[in-house]
Structure formats: structure tokens, C-alpha cells
């Protein structure tokens, strides 16, 4: 079951996003858009200002009653770090608190730079770039969120394997990482980083059941259920990317036939593209960024070749999201990632129009499918976005415990819910 | 987000949940087995004994301290229907408060007769029925819940449409019963029961996330996540017999192809017995039941065709489990409904040793695969668990409301949580 605990923090968490979402604002509003009483606001505003992280920004006349104090979140309050590791690169970028990017960083992995201690000497320095780009004046980190492909354990900061780094097993990448980093290091994974950036930023913020489908060379969807993430038992939910598309179809680096991922994922487009036409021009071999940018100018030009690897990729994909439609009848369905963002509204006109051939009419009406709003790396955003929710989930206890001797403890005028 | 009252909802289910499996019990063990303090026990139990759901029945000395009151689930406090509509029947069981079955009738619905009046007339009888042979003295019924196939709108009380029934289309179902019985009513659908029975009384008790999958002549997935049942947006999730297994398969009446259903359901399994064997003697043409009954005495034979048919039912099975594994990581899998309960052992040692196969490792590891505990019908089990689950969640307004004037009011120790 969910304990208070559970609940205070997903409160929490929920107040703070819509005061960054609509500052300035004052408890009522964010009462009334939050669904809790006003007093469980007064409440938690009162722990988020203590934290430093929203300020009091004057009042406002409201009708026919007393003027409401308004509320605005502390930009400079503190800073945010988000790591994304990929395959073939490490990027980096520092927030503050509105979750406005500062500054950034990018290191390369070439081939074979993937053991466990050159990447994470790449994932110091560039940690260590932007700290250093922000300079002296700049706030307190309040911690470093990291997002590891593959499959990650939050309690002990293990990263269990990485679907494309063959040697990579069972790396203690927190412990590793916090010998070069002193800052609270927060790792998941993509699928996860993806998820709390809808969440929190993007088309899933307000929610309650949405799925964020991630195209990229790996492919997975991210799980927003009950207006939080779903990380299952083991923190390893959200494997869409192994769910079984075509029963002993291609085979998978997994060990599975037919995943959806051997099909919608980078090289599974690309596969196709070769199929259909083996001497390509539109065909990059080994570069799977400069084929899908080739395929997407292909499609604008419209190359048939394009056009028909952008339909049937749209259909496999549509199989797989009617899937995940029937299944968990979500409220919004966001593509997420690179491959979608380059390929865009094709293929997203193709996917709407192939999932609802596929899809059963009562969970297909209540599901939008969009691509993500976020204009920058949602890994990034989504992994800055673990440290914020790492320092607000520690608060309820620091609050307590720390509060400056002498200072007035503010009214509770209601426990938490 | 989930407002205040539905974790007091959440927890009053949890404790009344814990206090069924476990009569008699102290607060202290309760707040030891679901997690909450002690002080929101005691008040969640106050309400219980307030609505004369459970009694106090002594006390137990407790290691060097003052001894501990002890209360129990009040069997003959009130009395719950579980109806369960199927294409050809009608069941309906009449439960204590502890779900003991003190009643049961059975109807007949015969092809032809699913038209909505004749249905709510065999359903209202056999109601009546169970009601009668309870006797005069028997409980108060606190409500009436009813499992009907296909999309159900809880809100509302329509059944929008059966899966079998051609004809059957946005039906009034919960108006159309009210004519006729007077108790409170609670409309959802199979796979909702048989997860609401696993969840209280079943494999899923005490898990976080668990998946029930249902194999009937209809094939879903009801979902336990975050320690509650997931419905989705609009009440239709756990359609797992809706996903694509095979792309371009076997086609479906829902109009997609190759769902897991065609192949796993019971039409599906005679169909695989018909190609296999055509004139096997296993094969009883427009019979389920009893083909399904045949398989399962051919397989304790050691007959090859019905080994070959259990053995390639048990791999589309596992495809379609490593599916909901890898994408919802659950504790536990659990097998219901009478496909499942019929081929029993040898079904599931041929899912397990397949699922091994098709899942990912993390995930794999974490879940359990198992038979349904629950002897009798889970469906009117879990239809009954709806009438209980609704006369609690009204329950918190009624204490507040209808407190016997002069009766003192029960400390309220601690808001609920
Ligand atoms: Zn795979
Ligand atoms: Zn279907």
C-alpha cells in the first residue's frame, strides 16, 4: 500500500510543478488545480519556501474577497544537473530551478571508450564543464541526475546491463560516479527520464494515466499511471521496446523473436529502408542519424522510397501502441526521442491513422496521440528532474529538522495529506 | 492526482482486507502488515466498528505491555450479491461479510435469449433466488455487484457493448436492473472481478503489482499497480487479449489480427486442435467445456495430439505473459478463469519454461507465475468484492452523517490518511 509518506511526497512533487507551470500563482489556484483541499496547500507552500525553492512574489485582488499572496518558483534557488549517457555520446546540462537551461556540455564515447571508468571520467568533466561554466556566483547544486540505458537499480545505484555495450554488466555506476562527483547522484534510466519530463514539463503534465513512447535506437515506453511513474517491482517496467510484435519474427539482441524494437527502432528502419531498396542513396550504413535525417528530407521531397519505409515504420509502430492502448487505455500516448522528432508529423499522421485500424473504440477515444513538446534533450530535462524530485523527497525530514533556531515555525494549518 | 479521499478509500479496503485474512487481530498487527500508524488504524477501525463490519472480541496479553483489544470481520453483519453474466449462464452467489458462500443460483441463458430484457430477467431471478434461500433472518444485502463482459462505464452503468453478442450495444444495464432489484448496484466487467478477488482474498493480496490474466472464451489481463487496481481513463484497461501477438495473424472479432485471444482463448484452442487433428476424438464441435475437459483428461493420458495442443497453447501464452512482464515488471502472474483452472499443472509448467525464454531477465526474475488460489467462482467473488468495496466507500460520509444521536463519538485519534 502507499504510505502517508508516499502520498505527502507525490503531493509535493504535484504543487511544485504547477507553481512552475503557472507562476505566479496563489494556493487557491493551485488548489483548485490540483485537486487538494487549500489547506494541504497552505501547507506544503510553507515547506517550499522554507526550501528555498519558491519565493513570495506579492498579492493579487481577488473578486470580492481579501487580495490573494502570490507564490512564484525561486529560479535561482538552486541548480540541477542532468546527464544523459547514449551509446556514442555523454551530454550534460545544468538548471535552475524553473528548469531553464544554463549550461551545457558534450563528450563523445567513441567506439570502445565504454568501460565503466572512461565513461564515467567523460560524465565527470562534463559535470565538471558546466559547474564551472556557471561560475562562482551561480547557486547550490542540489544534486546530479543521471539516465543510464538499459536496466538500473534506484536503491543501490547498480547499473545491471546496457542493451548495447555487450561486456557491461552489473556496474556500481553511482559508486564509480561519486568518487569524481560530490553532489547527490539520482540514477534511472531513459525510459524513466523520458517519463518525468512529460510529467513534469511536457504533454503529460495533469494526466493521470499517459504513456511516453521512446523511438530511438533502443526503443521503450515510459509509465505514467495513477499520476505518478510506474517503475514495477524491480524498477525495470516500461520494456515495450521486448514486447513481442511478431511471434518468431526478427531475432532480438535480447534473446526474444520479434520484438517491436527490431522493428521501430533505428536499425530495425534501417533494416527496412535496406530491404526495400539495397542501393539507397538515402542508406548511411553504420550512421543511423544521417539515414533517418535522409529518410525525413526524403519524405518532405517526396522520395517513394521514404515515403514507404515512413508508412511502414508508422505501421509497425501503430501495432505496437494499440498495444499499449488496449492495454492500458492511457490518456495520451507522447513520441519521444530522436527518431521521432526527425521523422515528426509523417509519421505521426501515420501512426494516428494505423492505430486506429488497430486499437478497440473505447480506450481509442480516449487517447490522443502527440510528439512531446519539450524543445530541448528530454533525457536531460527528465534526469535534472530526478535530482529535483530526490531534493524535495528528502525535504519533509530536513524541513523538520532543520529549521533555523529562533525563526517562527510556520503555522501548519493542516497535516499533510 | 489522487485526492485525500481516495487513499482514506485505499486504506479503508487495506485494513478491512487485512482484517478478513486474519481474525481475529490487534491494531498493532494491522499497522504491522499494511504499513499505516497506528493512529490512522485506530481511526479506520473505528469506522468499520461503526458500521458493524467487524466486532471487538477480546483481548490478548502482549509481551510486557497492556494487553491488545482484538476485533474480527462481523460475518453476519450484512450480506453481498456477486452476480457473474456470461454468454451462457447466469451465476449468482450470496456472501457473509467474511465471503463465505451462503447462497448460489444458476440460469441458463440459452442462444437467442441474450436480448437485454431476458438477460436482466434470468439475472434478477436467480438475485431473488439467493435472497430467498438466505431466509428472513438473515443480514441486511449491502449491495449487489454484476460482472458483464466487454466495455462497461462504471459511472454511468451502461454496458457499451458484449464481445459475443453481435447485437448487444450501449445497454442501460444498471437502470434496466434496478427495475427489479432494489439494492445497491455496482456494474464492471470480468477481468476487474477476477483482479478485485485476487487482490483481496487471492495470490495478489498484499502486492503492489500483480497481473491477473483470464482465460475464458474471452482472453484479458486485470491489473493491480501501486496496490490498487488500474482501470485507465475510461474503464477499459486490461485488454490483453486485444494485443497483436502475431502481425497479419488469425483475425479477431475485434477487427485487428493476430490478437493474443485468437489464439488462446478456447476458440482458438479448438481451432489449433481442428488443424492439428481433424478428426480427433478430443474435438467437441460447439462445445468448449467439454473440449476443454477432453484436453485435460488426454494430457493425464498421455496423449500426443493433446500434449501437442497444451504445449503450443502454453507457448502463445507465455509470449503474450513475457509481454505484460517485461512491460509492467508485476510480483505475480496469476492464472484465472476456467480455461486456466481446467488444464491446471501442465499449462502452467509450460508457461513458466516458455516465459523464461521470451522475458528479460531483471523482470523475469522478479515475478512469479501461479494458478488462482480462489476454489469457487472468482468472478461472482470479485463482483461481490465491488458491492463491498462500494458500501465502504460511501462509508466515511455515512459515519459522519448517521451517528446514532447520544452515542458518543469515537475518538478520532488521527485524521485518516
Ligand atoms: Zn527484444
Ligand atoms: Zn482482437
Do not use: K
Request: charged share 20%.
Amino acid at each position: 500500500m502507499r504510505t502517508s509518506r508516499d502520498i505527502r511526497t507525490a503531493n509535493r512533487y504535484g504543487v511544485l510543478r504547477q507553481i512552475i507551470a503557472s507562476s505566479p500563482t496563489s494556493r487557491q489556484e493551485l488548489a483548485a488545480a490540483t485537486g487538494l483541499s487549500l489547506a494541504t496547500v497552505a501547507t506544503l507552500v510553507g515547506e517550499l519556501l522554507d526550501l528555498g525553492m519558491i519565493t513570495e512574489v506579492g498579492f493579487e485582488e481577488s473578486a470580492g474577497g481579501r487580495p490573494r499572496d502570490l507564490v512564484a518558483v525561486h529560479a535561482s534557488g538552486g541548480a540541477l544537473v542532468g546527464v544523459d549517457i547514449a551509446e556514442t555520446y555523454v551530454h550534460v546540462e545544468l538548471f535552475d530551478l524553473a528548469l531553464n537551461v544554463l549550461a551545457r556540455a558534450e563528450e563523445d564515447v567513441r567506439p570502445g571508450e565504454n568501460r565503466p571508468e572512461r565513461l564515467v571520467g567523460h560524465v565527470a568533466a562534463a559535470v565538471g564543464s558546466v559547474v564551472a561554466q556557471a561560475g562562482s556566483g551561480a547557486a547550490r547544486v542540489l544534486g546530479v541526475g543521471v539516465s543510464m540505458p538499459g536496466q538500473v537499480d534506484r536503491g543501490t545505484g547498480v547499473s545491471e546491463y546496457a542493451p548495447n555495450w555487450d561486456h557491461w554488466h552489473d556496474v556500481p555506476l553511482r559508486d564509480l560516479l561519486a568518487e569524481h562527483i560530490a553532489y547527490p547522484l539520482h540514477l534511472d534510466n531513459p525510459l524513466r527520464a523520458c517519463a518525468v519530463a512529460e510529467l513534469w514539463f511536457g504533454a503529460a503534465r495533469g494526466r493521470t494515466d499517459a504513456v511516453v513512447v521512446n523511438l530511438g535506437t533502443g526503443v521503450g515506453a515510459g509509465l505514467v499511471l495513477g499520476g505518478g511513474v510506474h517503475r514495477g517491482v524491480s524498477n525495470s517496467a516500461g520494456e515495450w521496446g521486448h514486447t513481442t510484435l511478431v511471434l518468431d519474427g526478427r531475432p532480438c539482441h535480447c534473446g526474444n523473436h520479434g520484438c517491436v524494437e527490431t522493428y521501430v527502432g533505428a536499425p530495425g528502419i534501417m533494416r527496412h529502408l535496406r530491404e526495400l531498396s539495397p542501393g539507397s542513396a538515402l542508406l548511411h550504413p553504420d550512421d543511423q542519424t544521417a539515414t533517418v535525417n535522409a529518410l525525413a528530407r526524403g519524405v518532405a521531397a517526396g522520395d517513394p522510397v521514404a515515403v514507404q519505409v515512413v508508412r511502414d515504420t508508422a505501421r509497425y509502430l501503430a501495432a505496437g501502441i494499440a498495444d499499449l492502448v488496449n492495454l492500458l487505455n492511457p490518456e495520451v500516448v507522447v513520441l519521444s526521442s530522436w527518431v521521432a522528432a526527425t521523422l515528426g508529423e509523417p509519421l505521426l499522421a501515420g501512426v494516428r491513422e494505423a492505430v486506429a485500424r488497430h486499437a478497440l473504440r473505447r480506450p481509442l477515444t480516449a487517447t490522443e496521440i502527440v510528439l512531446s513538446p519539450i524543445p530541448t534533450d528530454p533525457v536531460c530535462l527528465g534526469a535534472a528532474t530526478f535530482a529535483l524530485e530526490g531534493a524535495l523527497g528528502s525535504a519533509g525530514q530536513r524541513t523538520a529538522a532543520v529549521r533555523r533556531p529562533g525563526a517562527p515555525a510556520r503555522s501548519r494549518t493542516a497535516p499533510p495529506e
